[in-house]
């Protein structure tokens, strides 16, 4: 193996700038990047949209500048293969990637480059970097010095722990154990405690220096509604915030994705669902609708997202209760990655709860998996169920501490809208003991339905059958209302008071209830909430936000608009000629401020957030002709 002078670590910002088109790094990007450089190895824990590509492409440009060969990016996502390397090529940066969608033909071209020493960078999936081939060109890259520094991308996927375990990934230590020398940095945007200790030892990075971001995404506005119609729900909340705007709402299921796409489509939004289940021809040209077309909604299982680059997803909806607060925070984090405004909207209800507990209960997992997951499922519950401020909750999930988001614009839910609390515990007390007097009253077991029912004192013909209006229960709850009884129901099987069981979902006491019977435990919860009904003159109300009245990212006057949207529309038409999403030619941010400041030379043009040299020797002249004429 030979050896290559480090580079310069100033070398950095000239590439920032320069290729990327970017004035200076965020957050603790620059000193990730000159550690890079420098050949330490890295955990990066850093939210979706915060930057965490530029933290392995910048040291990637400049160690192959000073002759350090190929950085190798591993990536479980082919769709984040092709944008990245489509948008690395379009800065100048010789990029490729090794995946199935290559022919035999196209595959050994890119490894004739990547053996030359040409490329930069290459992204392969895990599956692929471990093959013998594979492993035998690294090999002689790295004995000719030309093995720059390794990437490894969702890194959570290692570990047992996280929320999108994959075995392939397990194989990566072979990295260490091959190429010690060789830089290694891994990246994920969630990881609690016992995930990020298990990257570390499964990917040997005990030595390595872990950079942990903010997990805030202050862009971004929770907001979470019991289950109530939730198409209707549904609907109300995109005609009202988001009508005409990019999006992707998640279903548990492959059929209820079907469904809601199908009912979207009849409700006039342009919709299309994706899931494992689909045809590959048809679940890609799904998504490359999405990333290409403005206004798609995207309805889909969670096989959707992960390493989807488009900026300008204006909410995240869940029409289901996600299993852990990990993939709730990066399904979420795929909005407003732009930085501009984007909405977190979840509904859930009492069967999310039974569906998801029996899941965990069901699977053949070991008990202390199972427990860990139960405890995730709990600190889900408990954002859901939250009274106070959820970005304080979320935040403090993964560590971090936080004040209430108060009044500001992008405040959650909560904070605008402070809900009225009940004291809950002679009402948990009661419907525990209906449940002990159902089993006691011969071993009977009922579900949710029947249970408040008799709770509320109803005289129904299941009532009258097994003759429940004698149990000393009956009517005991009848102050308590129906949506009150659901969430004090959902509040006890989440921690585990109650249990459901059989294909009914009837109940059955947890040895724990005990603590609840004895007054030992408080329960303060939220009461349900009437659906807060906006209008067109509300603050974000219906097109205010939306992509066919939505203002720029920056306040134009009526000039600036024409040139806004002249450069909009000149930007379409170079995507469609090179084929490429529209924000891997330039972000929205950046035409912007090109139509706020009417650039007159290139040299000016050049200082603009976002454009760099090879994006303004390709494209300088015709922006300054599109601006010149309006």
Known sequence: ?????????????????????????????????????????????????????????????????????????????????????????????????????????????????????????LYVAPERL??????????????????????????????????????DYLALNVLHERYPQVPRIALTATADDLTRADIIERLALSEARVFISSFDRPNIRYAVVEKDEARKQLLRFLQDEHEGDAGIIYCQSRKKVDETAAWLEGEGISALPYHAGLDTKVRRLHQDRFLREEGIVMVATIAFGMGIDKPDVRFVAHLDLPKNIESYYQETGRGG?????????????????????RMIDESPAAEDFKRNQRGKLDALLSLAEAHDCRRVRLLAYFGEKSTPCGSQHNAC????????????????????????????????????????????????????????????????????????????????????????????????????????????????????????????????????????????PLALNNQALVRFNALKVWRAKVAQEYNLPAFIVFHDATLAE??????????ALGNITGVGAKKLESYGQEILRVLNDR
């Open 1 to 121: 193996m030979t050896s290559a002078a480090l580079p310069s670590s100033s070398c950095s910002k000239t590439i920032l700038h320069d290729v990327f088109g970017y004035s200076a790094f965020r957050g603790a990007q620059a000193e990730i990047v000159d550690h890079l450089i420098n050949a330490g190895d890295a955990l990066v824990l850093m939210p979706t949209g915060g930057g965490k590509s530029l933290c392995y492409q910048v040291p990637a440009i400049a160690r192959h500048r000073a002759g350090q060969g190929l950085a190798v990016v591993v990536s479980p996502l082919i769709a984040l293969m092709h944008d990245q390397v489509g948008a690395l090529e379009v800065v100048g940066v010789h990029a490729a990637f090794l995946n199935s969608t290559l022919t035999l033909e196209q595959t050994q071209k890119i490894e004739r480059e990547m053996m030359s020493g040409r490329l930069v960078l």
């Open 130 to 167: 471990t093959t013998a081939r594979m492993l035998s060109q690294l090999d002689s890259l790295h004995e000719r010095g030309l093995l720059s520094l390794f990437a490894i991308d969702e890194a959570h996927c290692v570990s047992q722990w996280g929320h999108d375990f994959r075995e």
């Open 337 to 357: 990655r732009d930085g501009l405004p984007a909405d977190a909207w979840m509904a859930y209800g009492l069967s999310d709860v039974v569906n998801q507990r």
């Open 413 to 552: 839910d909560n904070c605008r809208h402070p809900p009225a609390t009940w004291d809950a515990t002679e009402a948990a007390r009661k419907a525990l003991s209906c449940i002990y007097r159902f089993h006691e009253n011969r071993g009977q077991r009922f579900g949710v339905v029947h249970l408040i029912d008799v709770l509320r004192g109803k005289n129904t013909d299941k009532v009258a059958q097994y003759g429940h209006q004698s149990l000393s229960t009956f009517g005991i709850g009848a102050d308590v209302s129906e949506a009150q009884w659901r969430v004090v129901l959902r509040q006890l099987i989440a921690l585990g008071y109650v249990q459901t069981e059989g294909e009914y979902n009837t109940f059955e006491l947890t040895s724990s209830a005990r603590q609840i019977l004895r007054g030992e435990v408080q329960m303060l919860l939220r009461k349900p909430s009437e659906v807060v009904k906006r209008n067109k003159s509300s603050p974000r109300g219906k097109g205010t936000m939306s992509s066919k009245g939505r203002p720029p």
């Open 594 to 603: 090109m139509a706020q400041l009417a650039p007159d030379t290139l040299t």
